[in-house]
C-alpha cells in the first residue's frame, strides 16, 4: 500500500507491505517518522488517518489514551494499512541515511540472573547489524502479542551479537515469559536500531548519565563506546546509577573498569532509594561511589552547576525520567543536550 504522511515541513510517500506497521515501514525506508518507545506506549508516533483504511491492532495501548478515535487518530506503531491512505501528523519530517532500522530474527541465549528480577541475555542475529551507542531495539515473539524495547548493553560495529538487561515486573508479559523460559534458545523477531538518545563522540561535550534500573542499559553502551574511542582523554564522564538497595545493583565489576580505565575522568554513583548508604564508596568495588536517595535528585544535588558543555542521557521508569528532566531544565540544561529513553 502507499502511504502519504501530511506534516509541517510538507508531505511524503513511501510503500508498506501487509503485515507491516505504518511507522516501521516508514522509518525502514528512511523517513524520520515521530517516535519514542515504538511499542505503544509513549503515544509519540500518534498520526490523524484522513483518506483510505487502516487497522490499529492495540486498541488498548498506553500511549492511546490521548487520541480521538473518532478523528481518526492512531499510533503508527501500532497501526497497518488496509489501503492506500494518507495521514497527518502534528510535527515536522525529514529523510536520513544514516543506520536505517530493519526487520531481522535472532535467537536469544545466555539468559543468567543479575539480581532476583534482572536478568542478562544475549540476541544472536540473523545478520550483522550497525547501531550507535545508546540506541534500542525492538523484540517480538509469536508466543506474545506485540514488542517490547530493550537498549543494547555492549557497542560494536556490525556486530551480529547483542546484548540487554531486563527487569521482571509485576504482569511484564515478555519479562515473565523470558523468565519461564527453561531452554536456552529462543526465537524471536528484531526490529531496529531505533532511539535519539545517542552518543556522537564528534561533538566534543562531557557525559551526564542518569539511569534508573534497568535503564543503564543504554549507558553501559555509551561507556563502552566513550572508553573505547578514547573520550575520556578529553572529556570528563559522570554517571548515576539508581536502584532501590546495595543488593539490587549490578554491572557493578564492569563500571568499576571504566571508571579505572577513564583515569579519573570517569565517577560513578550508585544511588540507593531505599536504604542508608553505610559508606561512601562500594565496599568491594571502592572506585563506586554510594549515596542516599532517589536517583534524580542525587544526581541534581551533585550537579549543581556543573552542566557546562555537557550532554545529560536519561533512562528507566517514566517517572523517574520525568522528575530527572524538569530538574535538568530547573538546573538551567537545555533540552537541547537533554537525550532520553522511557519505557514501560
Not at 99 to 122: E, K, Y
Request: glycine fraction near 10%; charged fraction near 20%.
Amino acid at each position: 500500500m502507499k502511504i502519504t504522511v501530511e506534516s509541517k515541513s510538507g508531505s511524503c510517500a513511501f510503500q508498506c507491505g501487509d503485515n507491516e506497521t505504518i511507522l516501521y515501514a516508514g522509518l525502514h525506508q528512511g523517513l524520520n517518522l515521530p517516535y519514542e518507545c515504538a511499542t505503544g506506549t509513549c503515544g509519540t508516533c500518534r498520526a490523524r488517518v484522513m483518506s483510505g483504511e487502516v487497522e490499529m491492532r492495540w486498541k488498548e495501548a498506553p500511549g492511546a489514551k490521548k487520541l480521538k478515535p473518532d478523528k481518526g487518530d492512531v499510533l503508527m506503531c501500532q497501526t497497518r494499512a488496509l489501503s492506500d491512505c494518507v495521514l497527518r501528523v502534528p510535527s515536522e519530517i525529514a529523510t536520513t541515511d544514516n543506520n536505517r532500522p530493519a526487520s531481522r530474527r535472532g535467537v536469544i541465549r545466555g539468559i543468567r540472573r543479575l539480581t532476583n528480577d534482572v536478568a542478562h541475555f544475549d540476541l544472536y542475529l540473523g545478520e550483522p547489524m550497525d547501531f550507535e551507542a545508546g540506541q534500542f531495539v525492538v523484540l517480538a515473539t509469536g508466543d506474545l502479542s506485540g514488542g517490547r524495547a530493550y537498549s543494547m548493553v555492549n557497542f560494536d560495529n556490525s556486530t551480529a551479537k547483542v546484548a540487554f538487561v531486563m527487569k521482571r515486573k509485576p504482569g511484564g508479559g515478555f519479562s515473565d515469559w523470558l523468565f519461564a523460559r527453561k531452554d536456552d534458545e529462543v526465537q524471536v523477531e528484531v526490529f531496529g536500531p531505533l532511539g535519539r538518545a545517542i552518543f556522537r563522540p564528534e561533538e566534543g561535550k562531557n557525559i551526564v548519565c542518569i539511569a534508573g534500573g534497568s535503564g543503564i542499559a543504554g549507558m553501559m553502551s555509551i561507556l563502552e563506546c566513550a572508553t573505547r574511542t578514547g573520550h575520556f582523554r578529553n572529556y570528563k564522564g559522570i554517571v548515576f546509577f539508581g536502584v532501590r538497595a546495595l543488593s539490587d545493583a549490578f554491572y557493578l565489576e564492569a563500571l568499576a573498569r571504566y571508571v579505572t580505565a577513564s583515569h579519573g575522568r570517569l565517577q560513578v554513583t550508585i544511588a540507593l532509594s531505599h536504604e542508608d548508604a553505610k559508606t561512601p564508596t562500594h565496599p568491594h568495588y571502592p572506585v563506586l561511589r554510594l549515596a542516599s536517595g532517589m536517583v534524580h535528585d542525587v544526581a541534581a544535588h551533585a550537579m549543581q552547576g556543573r552542566y557546562e558543555n555537557a550532554v545529560v542521557y536519561v533512562a528507566g521508569p517514566p517517572i523517574m525520567v520525568d522528575s530527572a528532566i524538569r530538574a535538568l531544565i530547573m538546573g538551567g540544561v537545555p533540552t537541547s543536550d537533554i537525550r532520553y529513553d522511557k519505557f514501560s
